[in-house]
């Protein structure tokens, strides 16, 4: 594997367990909405996607209120009320300290809205490990590449010395439109076969296999 200048994460299902809560809450807005609640598997399929494209995709026949109320009910029911945990990762944190003593720059591309991303690093003290950072309703939704090329021309490094690591085929399709490598994990939402499709270096099934690749 070759070094990179700059290493880029999605957070959901890449850095943090979290699907079970995402699934969970927005399941549990379906109900107090009065929407259909979808299927577990069809809630894991849009992780990765910025809340309102999730919110369309999932429930195409809503209206604008429901969406409204929809997004504000999962928030609600995935900050204050769902109790399923979200650890970090097995050695995820071990990476990012080898990775920055080797002077390398960390990034964090994410569905997740800026507050919600802010508040993850604030609980779990992983904020300090990354220079730059973009989030829902600042870009364009993956798999769309504008968050990786914004925090490319922030940090000033080409693509070809930037990696983008990522548990979904949104993730590495937004790498391959911006031209930047790829490595999927197998841990988080898509399969291996699924995430094949956009020619990763590289997938992974645990951390360990990532500092083995990357330190």
């Not at 009065?34 to 996607?49: F, T």
């Not at 800026?114 to 300090?128: M, Y």
């Not at 798999?143 to 940090?155: K, N, S, V, Y």
């Not at 790829?182 to 500092?211: D, M, R, W």
């Amino acid at each position: 594997m070759k070094h990179y200048k700059l290493v880029i994460f999605d957070w959901d299902g890449t850095v943090m367990d979290s699907i079970d809560r995402i699934v969970s809450a927005m399941r549990s807005a379906a109900l107090d909405v009065g929407c259909d609640v979808p299927a577990k598997d069809a809630v894991r399929n849009i992780i990765g996607l910025s809340l309102p494209v999730a919110i369309e995709t999932l429930f195409p026949k809503s209206d604008q209120a429901q969406v409204l109320a929809l997004k504000e009910s999962y928030k609600h029911h995935y900050v204050n009320v769902d109790q399923t945990p979200t650890p970090i990762f097995d050695y995820a944190i071990e990476l990012f300290q080898s990775l920055k003593q080797q002077g390398k720059e960390l990034a964090v591309a994410t569905g997740k809205a800026r507050d919600g991303l802010e508040r993850v690093w604030q609980e779990t003290n992983t904020g300090v490990y990354f220079t730059s950072s973009r989030c829902a309703y600042e870009c364009e939704s993956k798999p769309h590449p504008q968050m990786l090329e914004q925090i490319m021309t922030e940090l000033n490094v080409l693509p070809a010395d930037t990696l983008m690591i990522g548990d979904t085929t949104y993730d590495l399709e937004m790498a391959q439109q911006a031209g930047v490598d790829s490595i999927g994990v197998t841990f988080g939402v898509h399969n291996e076969v699924q995430l094949k499709a956009f020619s990763p270096k590289a997938i992974i099934s645990c951390y360990t296999e990532l500092i083995k690749l990357l330190v």
